[in-house]
């Protein structure tokens, strides 16, 4: 029972994390004050910080999480102790991280006005899809 209610929170989450990144890009696109507030926090964000490595360093903590779910899928299915969802969840697991992944390399502040915003809650999505897929697992 807990599982579930876990499960639906953070599917919730995830729904309204993508909502969010959806909304802020829309906004920023079409009025003009959210526009020039985001070519002021890209600028400051770009001076004031290393993003590239920053950029960086998120892709390869989502591919070292990815590489480490699906190692974790194979040790359970040997040991015959997953679930009924576990394959499905990995699936979107890998889409949602792939997808974070892609959006990261393909993109950029300049191409994509709330890059900063939407880049972390991509990846943050992909986080929650992780631990969902963890804890979903049986031990």
Do not use: C, H, W
């Not at 909304?23 to 004050?33: E, P, T």
């Not at 974790?72 to 997953?82: E, L, M, P, S, T």
């Not at 499905?88 to 792939?98: G, R």
């Amino acid at each position: 029972m807990t599982k579930k209610l876990f499960y639906r929170i953070s599917l919730s989450l995830q729904l309204l994390l993508l909502i969010a990144s959806f909304g802020l890009q829309y906004f920023s696109v079409k009025k003009m004050g959210m526009m020039r507030y985001m070519v002021y926090i890209n600028s400051e964000l770009q001076q004031n910080y290393p993003v590239n490595s920053i950029r960086y360093a998120i892709i390869a903590v989502l591919s070292v999480l990815a590489l480490a779910s699906v190692a974790a899928f194979a040790a359970a299915k040997k040991r015959d102790a997953q679930s009924v969802m576990a394959l499905p969840m990995l699936y979107l697991q890998l889409i949602l991280t792939a997808a974070a992944i892609v959006f990261a390399l393909a993109f950029s502040p300049q191409s994509y006005r709330s890059y900063f915003f939407t880049a972390p809650l991509l990846a943050l999505i992909a986080l929650i899809q992780e631990i969902n897929f963890l804890a979903n697992l049986k031990r």
